[in-house]
Every structure is written in C-alpha cells, then in structure tokens.
C-alpha cells in the first residue's frame, strides 16, 4: 500500500475568491477530523539565504503549467521590496517541518488563509517529501479551510504584530476578534502555556510534576479551542510516564497522544504509526524505566 492514501475521488475542496483575503480554499462537503485534505510535493524548495536569481533560475526550469501557478500567487506588501521571485516566494513558502532550514514552495497549499484557530494542520512528511494538510475537526460543507502561518500560542497582540510585520495583515479570526475581557483571559492562557512549555524539558527527573504539567497545558489548549501542539504534550507525559516505569499509565498516555495525533497527522503518517506502536507496547521506549525505580504518574 502507498505512503500517502490519496483517494480517486475528487478532493473535498475548492478554491475561490474569499471576500477580504483573496483567493481562499472552501470545503466542498463535509470533512472528518483526522481526513486528508491534501498532499502536495513542493515546486521547489530554498534554504534561509534566498538570492533572486537563484529563484529566478529555479522558476524558468519549470514546466509552464507550474510556472503559470506560481506567478499566479500573490505577493504580501512587506516583501515588495525583493524581486518578484523572492517575494513570492517569501509570502507563500511553507517551513519543511519543525526547526527547518529550508521551506517550500506549495501552489495549492498556498491558498489556505490563515487563523489563530486554524480547522486545518499542517506538517511535512518528508518519507513521501510532501506537505500534508489534515482536518484538525469535523468540518460541514462551504466552510473555509484554515491553517496557521505563524505561532498559535502566542499572546494576541504578538500574533497580530507578526502577521502585521511579515505579511501586511491585520488578522481578525475569531480568536482575535473576541471581547477584550475574553482578549485578556486567552493572552493569560498563552502566558502560562509558555513557562509550561518552559519548564516540561527540565522535568525529565520528576516525572509525576511533568505529567502534572502536560495536562495543564493540554486543559489550556482545549480552552483555547487549539489542536496543534497537543499531541506533542500528551507524548511529554507519555516520555514522563516511561522514564518513570509506570507501564498503565504511559500505555494511556500513548493513547491519548495518538488520539490527538491523529487530528494533526491523520493516520497515516510515519510519526502517528510510532506513536501508535507505543500505545500497544509502552515498553519499546527506548528510555523505558530510565529512572530505575517504578514511580507512579497521573493518567489522562
């Protein structure tokens, strides 16, 4: 069976005008979480330094149907200051995964908008070297499709500065179209969500106040009506759950991780299949009972 499971149907989406954003990509009928929206290799990709007659060279050795895709992207005003490939290029590039030293530039995938509450992740495969776009939630018909361009768990006003900067763009989803009393109660979440993400890395020795965090961070973005990022806390509390020896819960760690994996990845992805080999057998962690002596955690 192939890596990535297109279907022969038609894909469950459009792409249209949006009012105030340009073109945009709207469902075509209902979507269920953990679906795979779409697959799409890269046209090319170009690391941190990106001269523009590298870009240039790299465009005129495209066919013209893609050539023609990607001078049809638009160009966001704070990059009108390069040259057009350059611009282009900078506004709609995607990162190659976390941490990436190259990005990628993807000519559908480049019609998603952006929201702070995005109903659609985003993440790079790279054993089929495609970017895969996975529904977050269950999602009706005509509904706009959204990913996120920049980091969710940031305070509003430094999310909207970001977008301000590097894109030309007030956003206005719902996350930051909310009251200022509900404003202040989110940017607070985001706060303590930071010293959680903070603190977990420094924890790996005190696994029970590890866990205890996880699940904080994971009520702070259930609150925040956000998918991103929560599969990787719940396998923080799994990591916890494993150093400390203490098989039925990391087993339900594992679980609850491939559960919320699975609105980020889908369930074919190679990192959604690990995680999953882990809820069946915890002890394949390679750092299983690291800390000698069995300690019990909290479960989910």
């Not at 995938?109 to 776009?133: I, K, T």
């Not at 929560?230 to 203490?246: E, N, P, S």
């Amino acid at each position: 069976m192939a890596l990535n499971p297109r279907a022969s149907a038609p894909r469950p989406f459009k792409v249209v005008d949006v009012p105030g954003k340009g073109k945009g990509v709207v469902s075509t009928r209902a979507i269920q979480a953990g679906e795979l929206v779409l697959a799409e290799k890269p046209l090319f990709t170009a690391g941190l330094v990106r001269p523009e007659a590298s870009l240039a060279a790299k465009v005129a050795q495209l066919s013209s149907v893609d050539q023609l895709a990607f001078y049809s992207l638009s160009i966001a005003p704070p990059s009108t200051c390069y040259g057009p490939h350059r611009a282009r290029f900078d506004t709609n590039a995607l990162p190659l995964g976390e941490d990436a030293t190259e990005a990628g530039l993807f000519p559908v995938g480049a019609r998603f908008n952006h929201s702070c509450r995005p109903n659609v992740s985003r993440f790079w495969e790279e054993a089929a070297g495609e970017e895969w776009f996975v529904a977050s939630v269950n999602i009706p018909p005509s509904t706009e499709l959204t990913i996120y361009y920049n980091a969710l768990d940031s305070p509003r006003a430094e999310r909207q500065a970001y977008l301000l900067r590097t894109l030309g763009f007030k956003c206005t989803c719902e996350r930051c179209d909310l009251a200022p009393d509900e404003v202040e109660k989110s940017d607070q979440r985001m706060r303590f969500y930071a010293q959680i993400e903070a603190l977990i890395p420094t924890l790996f020795a005190e696994p029970h106040k590890l866990v205890t965090l996880a699940k904080a961070g994971l009520n702070l973005l259930a609150e925040e009506g956000l998918h991103t990022g929560a599969a990787a806390l719940a396998y923080d509390a799994f990591q916890g759950a494993a150093f400390a020896g203490d098989k039925e819960a990391a087993k339900a760690w594992a679980t609850r991780a491939c559960e919320l994996k699975v609105r980020e990845t889908g369930r074919e992805a190679g990192s959604y299949k690990r995680m999953e080999s882990l809820a069946a057998d915890p002890t394949r962690y390679n750092a299983w009972g690291f800390l000698g002596v069995k300690r019990q955690v909290p479960r989910p």
